[in-house]
């Protein structure tokens, strides 16, 4: 959202509009004259009070390359603009009356960052007061081809291929998928979504703008009660879009037509249109955890690292406010993410904030409990999953707690050592429902090897054969048609043993009927030095330990801190955080002391 003119552009005069800073709930809006496409866009700003209900609109687009640049007319002077702005104000533009609209990169002076803090902290209530918002996806480059060619050879770019787009999911709202008027049944072979693919590949230009990865505009489309998407000059309402998604959500609940084994195997585009249609619309329609945010849009990204984290604080205001978080351009991103993590486990006294979805380098000098907003998960095969399945789980010995904050960057923990790591197995990726049984395969021959396989598990009754179905669901039973989606298998029950094995000879065309393979995606399988089996990310190693620590819902990996980070003399328990685990036996809890029995818990700083 924030960003510099770059220092080849002279700055115009237009800092006389911005002189005057805004206070309270001011907001400016731009007034843009009526004209038609490719006339020069002029504008004039003014100041508007938010507690006065003015009538504006607001603007949600993707700024894009800073460097490509367009010139506005703003109170006379001129104004650059990015590309991306200059088409969305062209194709807006009334052509027999003013426009007034809220558009963060003209209204908002740039290169205040008290400014820009305060203009972020009232983001929630200049979407929700606003009369409409348009989700300027992108724009087309004209041409003439007629709409009935096009699924020849579209161009996604074009026109034509973003009417295609649309009205095809117009259809996918109306209709079975697999009757629509673009897909001939009879040319669609079993397993295989060839033709389907095709036929859809306009919907590969909507979904893969940018306007669907950046952190700012999952607010923008949240917080308006109309909103309306716009490529270009084609637009049509939010609700059609929600409407496609439900439709599509009803196959996949219901695996009519095998349908989610279908898609998610071929991986076509409207496979990401759902899922990044459906974590907006979930959001429209009830509220989440600013944890939940953060984890729940990994896959978004934002140019400025600090507002993964400002981006969505609109969505959880109370919550924001309550733990003393707000936008502020004058820290660094690292102080950004420790504060946010750490006021986060204070008010809700749980560890909750430092599960992790993201993979990749962290930044220089994060701690290892502070999640890297920054880093960008793989939203569509892990995190979302993951996090669905997690929340059916209930909690693990789970206490309230209220970490002492003697260094910033530590965190004091405690519980138990639950054993260490002797064994890892090979990492599970997404990839076809083939290459997943495989890497399952290759667990059991590990499980074999070892000795292990037809051994008395250490919990409960059975042979870690008798248990090895854990770890295919992951511990969730996925019930297809149920609105919870996951209930949290029982470890000792033949029927849900029996509901998970359903079909698992045919895997390799498809999935177990209750077992939702996705859980299993950047996983690998451990094996403690007592006999413990899990499945944890695949950051851990040999020798890491599985603790399990008040305040977490899952166990946690822990690895000893290495000597160049300066341990204490005195604290030689410090670690670093390196995964949440699945640890089939004791996911049910009652391995902490009772209350009053903390002086059998051990004390872990984490770095």
């Not at 649309?166 to 040319?187: P, Q, T, V």
């Not at 990204?301 to 919550?319: C, I, Q």
């Not at 009927?513 to 990310?537: E, P, V």
Request: charged share 25%.
């Amino acid at each position: 959202m924030t960003w510099e003119a770059p220092p080849s552009t002279r700055p115009s005069q237009d800092a006389k509009k911005n002189e005057h800073g805004l206070n309270g709930r001011q907001i400016r809006l731009l007034i843009i004259e009526p004209g038609t496409y490719g006339d020069k866009v002029i504008c004039e700003l003014e100041t508007v009070d938010l507690d006065q209900d003015p009538d504006f609109e607001a603007l949600s687009y993707c700024w894009g390359d800073k460097l490509s640049l367009e010139t506005v007319l703003v109170n006379g002077h001129n104004h650059p603009v990015t590309t991306n702005l200059y088409g969305a104000l062209q194709r807006l533009r009334y052509n027999d009356k003013p426009r007034r609209i809220w558009v963060d990169a003209i209204c908002i002076n740039q290169k205040d960052d008290n400014e820009k803090a305060h203009q972020v902290n009232l983001m929630k209530y200049i979407f929700t007061t606003a009369i409409s918002t348009t989700l300027f996806i992108g724009d087309y480059e004209d041409d003439d081809t007629p709409l009935e060619n096009v699924m020849e050879d579209i161009r996604p770019s074009s026109h034509a291929g973003v009417e295609a787009a649309f009205s095809l999911i117009r259809e996918l709202g109306d209709k079975h998928l697999w009757y629509l008027d673009r897909c001939d049944e009879a040319l669609v072979p079993p397993n295989s979504l060839t033709v389907w693919y095709r036929n859809t590949y306009a919907i590969h230009s909507l979904i893969s703008q940018p306007w669907w990865s950046r952190m700012w505009t999952v607010q923008e489309a949240v917080l308006p009660a109309y909103a309306t998407v716009q490529y270009g000059a084609v637009t049509a309402p939010w609700e059609i879009f929600n409407q496609a998604t439900k439709n599509m959500r009803r196959h996949f609940d219901r695996q009519c037509c095998h349908m989610k084994s279908k898609v998610v195997a071929s991986e076509p585009p409207f496979v990401t249109f759902y899922n990044k249609v459906r974590a907006i619309q979930l959001r429209r329609s009830r509220p989440a955890s600013l944890t939940t945010l953060f984890n729940g849009f990994c896959d978004r990204t934002a140019s400025d690292p600090r507002d993964m984290v400002y981006g969505v604080l609109g969505l959880a205001e109370e919550e924001a406010k309550m733990a003393g978080i707000e936008a502020d351009y004058t820290i660094g991103t690292l102080e950004v993410y420790v504060q946010a993590t750490r006021k986060l486990i204070q008010l809700h006294g749980d560890l909750s904030p430092i599960t992790r979805y993201h993979h990749g380098t962290p930044m220089a000098g994060l701690p290892s409990w502070v999640p890297d907003y920054s880093l960008v998960g793989d939203w569509e095969y892990f995190s979302i999953p993951l996090m669905r399945s997690q929340r059916s789980w209930p909690p693990l010995d789970r206490k309230m707690i209220l970490p002492p904050c003697d260094n910033p960057l530590q965190l004091k923990i405690s519980g138990i050592v639950l054993d260490d790591i002797v064994a890892v197995g090979a990492i599970a990726t997404p990839s076809s429902r083939g290459e997943m049984s495989k890497v399952i395969d290759k667990w059991v021959d590990m499980l074999r090897k070892l000795g292990y396989w037809s051994n008395p598990y250490p919990v409960g009754e059975g042979t870690y054969e008798d248990i090895a179905w854990m770890l295919v669901c992951r511990g969730m039973i996925w019930l297809s048609g149920n609105q919870n989606q996951y209930r949290v298998a029982m470890m000792d029950s033949a029927e849900d043993r029996l509901l998970v094995e359903e079909g698992w000879s045919q895997m390799k065309q498809s999935r177990p009927k209750h077992a939702d393979l996705q859980l299993l995606y950047w996983q690998r399988l451990f094996i403690t030095r007592k006999g413990y089996i899990g499945l944890a990310s695949p950051d851990i190693d040999l020798g890491d330990t599985v603790h399990v620590v008040v305040g977490a819902k899952t166990p946690i990996i822990l690895r000893r801190a290495p000597k160049d980070l300066g341990s204490p003399k005195d604290e030689p328990d410090t670690f670093l955080s390196v995964s949440n685990a699945f640890v089939a036996g004791i996911m049910h809890g009652g391995l902490l002391p009772d209350e009053g029995e903390s002086d059998k818990l051990d004390t872990f700083t984490l770095v």
